[in-house]
T-cell receptor
């Protein structure tokens, strides 16, 4: 079964609104990564989080790794049309198994 | 700097035929990966390789064969294609292995009819 779940599956927002996607694992993760895939494109690495409770920012994007290292979130402030795409989390569990989440598809309405 | 390239970009094949998808990287990364991407499943790991002549199964290896005789190439072969193998296939490479920053190719869209 799917080891890493993401919600929501789809999100439509008005340009300028905020957006958050959540990633949840049934097991503890040693690290988590986030990727962005533009429509028709390939996944592009955004960031990796390793420490419990870690928070990292990239301009309007804020990434968090939960205290228990079982969940993570990506928050985009004031979305722009360039943010359109599917955002995937990917995690390595303590058994060294690696899984991508199912992704959240973001549509930004101008 | 070509990075990582996949060929072909699009392929239509018939059920039962053998088909090989090619992947070439110019970074000399030790690790290479093959994923398939299907709606509702995200990206699933088929096979990966830690170095030349070292390969290992991922989450969905059945029906696929890989080889890695040279560090820069990692071909994926479908020995007898089935319709369930219709998918978009991505090759990726990384310096340090699973769970580290990976660089993806443009993908191959394979249709099995």
């Amino acid at each position: 079964g799917q080891q890493v779940m993401q919600i929501p599956q789809y999100q439509h927002v008005q340009e300028g609104e905020d957006f958050t996607t959540y990633c949840n694992s049934s097991t503890t993760l040693s690290n988590i990564q986030w990727y962005k895939q533009r429509p028709g494109g390939h996944p592009v690495f955004l960031i990796q989080l390793v420490k419990s409770g870690e928070v990292k920012k990239q301009k309007r994007l804020t990434f968090q790794f939960g205290e228990a290292k079982k969940n993570s979130s990506l928050h985009i402030t004031a979305t722009q049309t360039t943010d359109v795409g599917t955002y995937f989390c990917a995690g390595t569990n303590t058994g060294n198994q690696f899984y991508f989440g199912t992704g959240t598809s973001l549509t930004v309405i101008p | 700097d070509a990075g990582i390239t996949q060929s072909p970009r699009y392929k239509i094949t018939e059920t039962g035929r053998q088909v090989t998808l090619m992947c070439h990287q110019t970074w000399s990364h030790s690790y290479m990966f093959w994923y398939r991407q299907d709606l509702g499943h995200g990206l699933r790991l088929i096979y990966y390789s830690a170095a030349a002549d070292i390969t290992d199964k991922g989450e969905v290896p059945d029906g696929y064969v890989v080889s890695r005789s040279k560090t820069e190439n990692f071909p994926l072969t479908l020995e007898s294609a089935t319709r369930s193998q219709t998918s978009v296939y991505f090759c990726a490479s990384s310096r340090q292995g699973l769970g580290t920053e990976a660089f993806f190719g443009q993908g191959t869209r394979l249709t099995v009819v």
